[in-house]
């Protein structure tokens, strides 16, 4: 007779198996992206900058390890496809700024699209793929966030595998974040392409949009383990728009559902509340339990 310890492995085993195995995201990722508080406004200073805070400030312990840049940092290809930076504001370029931040013993993280165009309007990755994963790779990149603007109107289905294959071939391990938005309940089929999937809109600093992404969050919980995680959008925690006690809650729901703790605000200018609910250790242990299992709301109410 199957022992119950056995019949729990097995139940683990299986669950794991839908999940894309490269290794990574075996606890939900912790680290900081630059968009919800910076958007375009980004420079290699910024990057550098964020990458020393996160570390004198104890975010570094606390478990927060990718620095990760978002959009609007690249501007054009050169005559072989090669993706380039915007030299105005990363005069040292890409490769410089991923040591700058490995020095710190942090992981470092880029932004693409699985279409023609970023949502900015830089250039995208679709039909670049390989060339891109390549770069990436050289460049010691340990994370790509992976948008879906401007596409050429193939289903996210079609497109973003294409980027996981080219990941997987480019010899070195890199963490997969499809920003997909949802719209096509990634949930249901990304589990075995990349290591986290948006299943939302974006978020906004205000607790009704809080609210309603993590509801929407909450009817994929089966589908996250480790390996892939529900993705809910970032943290908004210190940007002004919701009181410390509603960022309490909002990161708080966020580390029961196993989503994604990545960091929103300038860290620079963090209240000595913000810092505190960021680095709790008791709510940081329920995200970070490596059994995977995501929370789920039990009941429904006006107060």
């Known amino acids: ?18 999940q894309l195995n490269n290794g990574l995201g075996r606890t939900p990722q912790m680290g900081w992206n630059s968009w919800n508080h910076f958007g ?33 940092w690249q501007v054009s290809r050169d005559s072989q496809g090669t993706i380039q930076a915007d030299p105005n504001a990363f005069p ?5 700024l991923v040591d700058y931040v490995h020095s710190r013993k942090l992981k470092y993280g880029l932004y693409s699209d699985a279409g023609f165009k970023t949502c900015a309007g830089r250039p995208g990755s679709l039909h670049y793929e390989i060339i891109d994963a390549k770069t990436y790779a050289a460049w010691g990149v340990d994370y790509l966030k992976y948008d879906n603007c401007n596409s050429d109107g193939t289903i996210p289905e079609v497109r973003y ?50 609210l309603d992404n993590i509801d929407i969050n909450n ?40 989503a994604p703790l990545l960091i929103g605000c300038d860290v620079s200018k963090m209240s000595a509340a913000t810092l505190a609910t960021l680095t709790n250790p008791e709510v940081i242990a329920v995200n970070q339990d490596p059994l995977g299992v995501q929370g789920k709301k039990v009941a429904f109410g006006s107060s």
């Not at 375009?40 to 478990?63: H, P, R, S, Y």
């Not at 040292?92 to 410089?96: D, N, R, Y």
């Not at 996250?224 to 960022?247: F, H, K, Q, R």
């Open 1 to 18: 007779m199957m022992t119950f310890l056995k019949l729990v492995a097995l139940l683990l085993f299986i669950a794991d198996s839908n």
């Open 40 to 72: 375009c406004n980004i420079n290699e200073k910024l990057i550098q900058q964020t990458a020393d805070t996160i570390v004198a400030t104890g975010l570094a312990a606390a478990g927060y390890q990718y620095v990760n840049m978002d959009d609007c």
């Open 92 to 96: 040292s370029g890409i490769p410089a």
């Open 161 to 210: 595998p294409v980027m996981r294959d080219a990941l997987n071939a480019s010899g070195r391990s890199i963490f997969y974040s499809m920003c997909e938005w949802g719209v096509d309940k990634p949930a249901l089929w990304a589990p075995n392409v990349g290591n986290s999937w948006r299943t939302t809109g974006d978020i906004s600093d205000k607790w009704k949009s809080m």
């Open 219 to 258: 009817e994929f919980a089966d589908k996250a383990g480790p390996g892939g995680w529900n993705d809910p959008d970032m943290l908004e925690v210190g940007n002004g728009g919701m009181t410390d006690s509603e960022y309490v809650s909002h990161f708080s729901l966020w580390a029961i559902s196993k």
